[in-house]
């Protein structure tokens, strides 16, 4: 079984890292390639701004379904 994980976070505001503008975009048209490939069952794509524990919740959750 494959399945995707895409990260794609631009805005971190409120930290002391620079935001990146082009991930979002980066990681949108990533998606749309791995969605038209038909080679993965399944793709998480995470591109808004998380803490660690949000985020490793999203993961066990979309790895619990598959």
């Known amino acids: 079984m494959n399945i995707a994980v895409i990260v794609g976070v631009s805005d971190y505001s409120g930290n002391a890292v620079s935001n990146l503008p082009a991930c979002l975009n980066d990681s949108e048209?990533?998606?749309k390639l791995i969605d038209s490939s038909q080679k993965f069952e399944?793709?998480?794509a995470?591109?808004?701004e998380l803490k660690s524990a949000p985020t490793k919740e999203r993961l066990a959750e979309f790895i619990n379904v598959i």
Do not use: G
Request: contains cysteine; glycine residues 0%.
């Open 29 to 31: 048209a990533v998606k």
């Open 42 to 44: 399944d793709c998480l």
């Open 46 to 48: 995470i591109s808004e």
